[in-house]
Protein backbone atom coordinates (compact mmCIF):
# COMPACT_ATOMS: atom_id res chain seq x y z
CA UNK A 1 0.00 0.00 0.00
CA UNK A 2 3.32 2.19 -0.31
CA UNK A 3 2.89 2.46 3.58
CA UNK A 4 4.91 -0.82 4.35
CA UNK A 5 1.57 -2.12 5.09
CA UNK A 6 -0.90 -4.38 3.96
CA UNK A 7 -4.81 -4.00 4.65
CA UNK A 8 -7.40 -6.64 4.67
CA UNK A 9 -11.03 -7.01 4.77
CA UNK A 10 -13.39 -9.72 6.16
CA UNK A 11 -16.86 -11.45 6.04
CA UNK A 12 -16.06 -11.48 10.38
CA UNK A 13 -16.75 -6.70 10.36
CA UNK A 14 -12.55 -6.50 10.35
CA UNK A 15 -10.69 -3.87 8.55
CA UNK A 16 -6.63 -5.17 9.70
CA UNK A 17 -3.47 -3.47 9.25
CA UNK A 18 -0.53 -5.81 8.68
CA UNK A 19 3.39 -4.69 9.05
CA UNK A 20 4.27 -6.14 5.32
CA UNK A 21 8.07 -7.13 6.99
CA UNK A 22 7.16 -8.62 10.00
CA UNK A 23 3.78 -10.36 8.89
CA UNK A 24 2.54 -8.72 12.45
CA UNK A 25 -1.01 -6.77 12.51
CA UNK A 26 -0.68 -3.13 13.85
CA UNK A 27 -4.00 -1.98 13.77
CA UNK A 28 -7.87 -3.38 13.32
CA UNK A 29 -10.24 -0.36 12.68
CA UNK A 30 -13.18 -1.13 14.14
CA UNK A 31 -16.64 -0.20 13.06
CA UNK A 32 -18.54 -2.38 10.79
CA UNK A 33 -20.72 -4.26 11.94
CA UNK A 34 -21.19 -6.82 9.02
CA UNK A 35 -19.13 -8.33 6.68
CA UNK A 36 -16.39 -5.59 4.97
CA UNK A 37 -16.40 -6.44 1.02
CA UNK A 38 -14.98 -3.55 -0.71
CA UNK A 39 -11.51 -1.85 0.26
CA UNK A 40 -9.51 0.73 -1.69
CA UNK A 41 -7.00 3.37 -0.52
CA UNK A 42 -4.80 6.12 -1.92
CA UNK A 43 -1.99 7.97 -0.34
CA UNK A 44 -3.66 9.53 2.92
CA UNK A 45 -7.14 7.77 3.52
CA UNK A 46 -8.51 3.99 3.56
CA UNK A 47 -12.12 3.44 1.91
CA UNK A 48 -13.85 0.35 3.42
CA UNK A 49 -17.73 -0.53 2.68
CA UNK A 50 -19.88 -3.46 3.79
CA UNK A 51 -23.09 -5.30 4.33
CA UNK A 52 -24.33 -3.04 6.80
CA UNK A 53 -24.69 -0.04 4.77
CA UNK A 54 -21.99 2.26 5.53
CA UNK A 55 -18.98 3.43 3.63
CA UNK A 56 -16.18 4.47 6.61
CA UNK A 57 -12.99 6.29 5.85
CA UNK A 58 -9.92 5.92 7.45
CA UNK A 59 -6.71 7.77 8.24
CA UNK A 60 -3.62 6.22 7.18
CA UNK A 61 -1.35 7.74 10.15
CA UNK A 62 -3.67 7.10 13.10
CA UNK A 63 -5.49 4.17 11.89
CA UNK A 64 -8.52 6.29 13.05
CA UNK A 65 -12.34 7.05 11.45
CA UNK A 66 -11.85 10.33 9.09
CA UNK A 67 -15.99 9.51 8.90
CA UNK A 68 -19.50 6.95 8.02
CA UNK A 69 -21.28 7.82 5.16
CA UNK A 70 -24.75 5.80 5.46
CA UNK A 71 -26.01 4.66 1.96
CA UNK A 72 -29.97 4.61 1.79
CA UNK A 73 -31.86 1.65 2.51
CA UNK A 74 -33.00 -0.67 0.19
CA UNK A 75 -36.29 0.55 -0.83
CA UNK A 76 -38.81 -2.30 -2.77
CA UNK A 77 -36.19 -4.32 -4.47
CA UNK A 78 -36.55 -7.85 -5.34
CA UNK A 79 -34.67 -11.15 -4.36
CA UNK A 80 -32.86 -12.23 -1.14
CA UNK A 81 -29.03 -12.48 -0.07
CA UNK A 82 -28.25 -14.54 3.09
CA UNK A 83 -31.58 -14.83 3.66
CA UNK A 84 -32.60 -11.59 3.73
CA UNK A 85 -35.05 -9.41 1.40
CA UNK A 86 -33.17 -6.81 -0.47
CA UNK A 87 -35.91 -4.61 0.69
CA UNK A 88 -35.20 -5.47 4.06
CA UNK A 89 -32.23 -3.08 6.09
CA UNK A 90 -29.41 -1.42 5.15
CA UNK A 91 -28.27 -1.66 1.32
CA UNK A 92 -25.42 -3.99 1.33
CA UNK A 93 -22.57 -2.31 -0.39
CA UNK A 94 -20.12 -4.60 -2.05
CA UNK A 95 -17.85 -2.56 -4.45
CA UNK A 96 -15.88 0.44 -4.43
CA UNK A 97 -14.29 2.50 -7.12
CA UNK A 98 -11.67 5.36 -6.41
CA UNK A 99 -9.98 8.48 -8.42
CA UNK A 100 -8.44 11.71 -7.30
CA UNK A 101 -12.40 13.24 -8.00
CA UNK A 102 -14.95 10.30 -7.54
CA UNK A 103 -15.51 7.80 -5.05
CA UNK A 104 -18.28 5.14 -6.11
CA UNK A 105 -20.08 2.59 -4.18
CA UNK A 106 -22.03 -0.14 -5.68
CA UNK A 107 -24.23 -2.53 -4.21
CA UNK A 108 -25.94 -5.76 -4.33
CA UNK A 109 -29.19 -4.78 -5.58
CA UNK A 110 -27.10 -3.03 -8.14
CA UNK A 111 -27.63 0.28 -7.14
CA UNK A 112 -24.81 3.05 -7.40
CA UNK A 113 -23.99 5.93 -5.15
CA UNK A 114 -21.66 8.79 -5.53
CA UNK A 115 -19.84 9.79 -2.47
CA UNK A 116 -18.04 13.38 -2.29
CA UNK A 117 -15.45 12.51 0.34
CA UNK A 118 -12.57 15.09 -0.84
Known sequence: AGHGVLVSASTDSWVRVWDQRTGHEVATLDGHVAAVAGLKFDADKVVTCGFDGTVR?????????????????????????????????????????MDDANLMVGCIDGSIYQIDVY
Not at 59 to 73: I, L, P, Q, Y
Not at 80 to 96: A, M, S
Open 57 to 97: LWDWRTFRSRGVVHVAMAQGSQGQQHGYPYDQGPRRCTRLS
